[in-house]
């Protein structure tokens, strides 16, 4: 009989997404996803369905309405990458989206870069799987 268990820390989240919310990517995942909160499928489109939670923007970045979405889409990216369902290698592509919402979505350009180089220099440690076992 097995007696290992399987856990995670728990995550405190600020934002519950209302509705459901869906975004194109150049993520291609090897088979499709499909998860409670989270699908994202061959041609990669990410679906993140009502009641996902996360928690906005990171470090010194303020919690502003040109990042909300690019977070959103950002962390449930990164969720796919801590849970092994896409590559670590996706990160690049999941941190320039990051930038490219926060563009699309009015901030300055100056600003979206510096968020852009923040995920890309310190955003890894986040991609990395957290399930811990015991004992």
């Known amino acids: 009989m097995d007696r290992t268990i399987s856990y995670k820390k728990r995550r405190r989240y600020k934002y519950t997404l209302f509705d459901d919310y869906?975004?194109?990517?150049?993520?291609?995942?090897p088979h499709a996803i499909s998860l409670r909160f989270i699908d994202l499928d061959l041609s990669g489109l990410l679906i993140i369905k009502k009641n996902y939670a996360w928690d906005g923007a990171s470090g010194p970045v303020f919690d502003t309405?040109?990042?909300?979405?690019?977070?959103?889409?950002?962390?449930?990216?990164?969720?796919?990458?801590?849970?092994?369902?896409?590559?670590?290698?996706a990160r690049e592509n999941a941190d320039w989206l990051l930038r490219e919402i926060c563009l699309e979505d009015g901030m300055p350009k100056f600003n979206a870069d510096l968020v852009y180089l923040a995920v890309d220099l310190f955003g890894k440690p986040y991609t990395k799987p957290d399930l811990l076992h015991a004992p």
Do not use: C, F, N
């Open 22 to 29: 869906q975004h194109e990517t150049s993520i291609r995942p």
């Open 65 to 89: 309405q040109k990042i909300m979405r690019g977070s959103l889409v950002h962390d449930a990216l990164y969720q796919l990458m801590r849970e092994k369902y896409l590559p670590q290698k």
